[in-house]
């Protein structure tokens, strides 16, 4: 089976740019989560869905940041217009409702952004 | 909201056993998680905890203690690919979302 899958795996942009990051969680998963990971804050939730509807986005820095979840299968988090504070690693997860009680969240590879 | 507190940093000496401590405030428990995760790479889940004790899994075990919000992660018999970062986590009051602490890198060296 293959795992969660994050593209790109780097980037590097310039601070104005909008970036889109993109993830394909494992099928058959009803929730998916994006996390962000600095050294300062460590790993942080931003915002997570339930079967394709969007339930807790309280962790959202602010509004330059949007994700959404068209269908099943796919996810984007947007940052739009993106500073150098937003430089991390995102990290898309995914689970299983049956698991969902025992906390176990399957990470994608993480995308390393860098906002010069 | 929830506090976790767990040390930033440890060494360790192949062969040898460590136990990586974390705290934590929480209002309403569901458990505690612990993750590993290595330098550039995703966390993995290592365990679960939501009863009092320990729980054994092979070279790793994880304790809990809810009365103190205690926990800690055993590691024995240390190999050089258990250096990597411990992420210990703890739901929000109500949800099953793991909050995670900051992490403990452990350093395992020959």
């Known amino acids: 089976d293959a795992g969660v899958i994050q593209s790109p795996r780097h980037e590097v942009t310039e601070m104005g740019q909008e970036v889109t990051l993109r993830c394909k969680p494992i099928?058959?998963?009803?929730?998916l989560f994006w996390y962000r990971q600095t050294m300062m804050r460590g790993l942080e939730l931003l915002i997570y869905?339930?079967?394709?509807?969007?339930?807790?986005d309280s962790g959202m820095p602010e509004d330059r940041f949007s994700a959404k979840m068209p269908n099943a299968s796919f996810s984007t988090l947007k940052i739009q217009p993106s500073e150098p504070r937003d430089s991390a690693v995102y990290f898309c997860?995914?689970?299983?409702?049956?698991?969902?009680?025992?906390?176990?969240?399957?990470f994608g590879e993480g995308s390393r952004l860098t906002v010069l | 909201g929830q506090n976790i507190d767990q040390p930033t940093e440890m060494t360790a000496t192949e062969g040898a056993i460590v136990q990586i401590n974390c705290t934590y405030q929480?209002?309403?428990?569901?458990?505690l998680f612990w993750y590993q995760q290595h330098a550039g790479e995703a966390p993995t889940f290592l365990s679960y905890?939501?009863?009092?004790g320990l729980e054994e899994k092979g070279r790793f075990s994880s304790f809990l203690s809810r009365s103190k919000g205690y926990s800690y992660l055993l590691l024995k018999e240390l190999q050089m690919k258990d250096s990597a970062s411990y992420l210990c986590?703890?739901?929000?009051?109500?949800?099953?979302?793991?909050?995670f602490g900051r992490g403990t890198s452990l350093i395992v060296h020959p």
């Open positions: 997860a995914s689970s299983l409702a049956e698991n969902w009680n025992t906390g176990e969240l399957f």
């Open positions: 099928s058959g998963h009803d929730y």
């Open positions: 869905f339930n079967n394709n509807v969007p339930i807790d």
């Open positions: 929480t209002s309403g428990f569901n458990g």
């Open positions: 905890n939501v009863l009092d």
């Open positions: 986590a703890v739901p929000s009051g109500g949800s099953y979302i793991p909050t």
